[in-house]
């Protein structure tokens, strides 16, 4: 069963009789997800960088959008206007196709996994996951793998409570360690 359909006909009206909530607007559900890669170390490589964006659209079926720094920062050896990293934003069906594949596909598939961190919520209601390697994704293929980078998956939600967050995404199905 698709994670639309679950958030539609279970999740929804159990959080909405959970909280006591009277308007089915104020029920909590997923505004978007946002697919974030720094590529600190691509920056003399443009082979490099055109992998990771392949590889990223791939994953999310989407084309990710280049961030330029700001300002030049000596320190890190970055310039103003230089690439420093691909950004995905995803709605709608696409958030959740690619939230089901995460879920269902990817998080099981990270070596030594034992669930997500319940305390990882940024008190705004939003979870952040990261992941090591792009290689647990279904979409890419070892063989192919020239280079290996890891991701951020920015989860933002439309509650302001970290505990209605923590149950909307329970109710989806994510993996969260026991407390």
Not at 84 to 100: I, S
């Given at each position: 069963m698709q994670l639309k359909t679950i958030y539609k006909e279970k999740s929804a009206p159990a959080?909405?009789?959970?909280?006591?909530?009277?308007?089915?607007?104020a029920v909590p559900?997923?505004?978007?997800?946002?697919?974030?890669?720094?590529?600190?170390?691509?920056?003399?490589?443009?082979k490099m960088l055109d992998a990771i964006i392949e590889d990223i659209r791939r994953i999310t079926g989407q084309a990710p959008v280049k961030t330029i720094a700001k300002k030049s920062i000596a320190g890190f050896k970055i310039r103003e206007g230089q690439v420093v990293g691909v950004m995905v934003t995803l709605r709608g069906n696409r958030m959740y196709d690619f939230?089901?594949?995460?879920?269902?596909?990817?998080?099981?598939?990270?070596?030594d996994f034992r669930g997500l961190d319940p305390k990882k919520?940024?008190?705004?209601?939003?979870?952040n996951v990261g992941i090591k390697e792009q290689i647990v994704f279904p979409e890419t293929i070892r063989e192919h793998v020239d280079y290996s980078f890891g991701l951020e998956v920015n989860i933002q939600t439309s509650t302001d409570d970290d505990k209605q967050a923590l149950e909307l995404l329970k109710s989806l199905g994510f993996p969260f360690q026991k407390e």
């Amino acid at each position: 069963m698709q994670l639309k359909t679950i958030y539609k006909e279970k999740s929804a009206p159990a959080l909405k009789q959970q909280f006591n909530l009277k308007n089915s607007m104020a029920v909590p559900k997923i505004q978007k997800v946002v697919v974030n890669v720094g590529v600190g170390k691509t920056l003399k490589d443009a082979k490099m960088l055109d992998a990771i964006i392949e590889d990223i659209r791939r994953i999310t079926g989407q084309a990710p959008v280049k961030t330029i720094a700001k300002k030049s920062i000596a320190g890190f050896k970055i310039r103003e206007g230089q690439v420093v990293g691909v950004m995905v934003t995803l709605r709608g069906n696409r958030m959740y196709d690619f939230l089901e594949k995460l879920v269902r596909v990817a998080l099981p598939r990270v070596r030594d996994f034992r669930g997500l961190d319940p305390k990882k919520f940024d008190r705004h209601g939003n979870y952040n996951v990261g992941i090591k390697e792009q290689i647990v994704f279904p979409e890419t293929i070892r063989e192919h793998v020239d280079y290996s980078f890891g991701l951020e998956v920015n989860i933002q939600t439309s509650t302001d409570d970290d505990k209605q967050a923590l149950e909307l995404l329970k109710s989806l199905g994510f993996p969260f360690q026991k407390e």
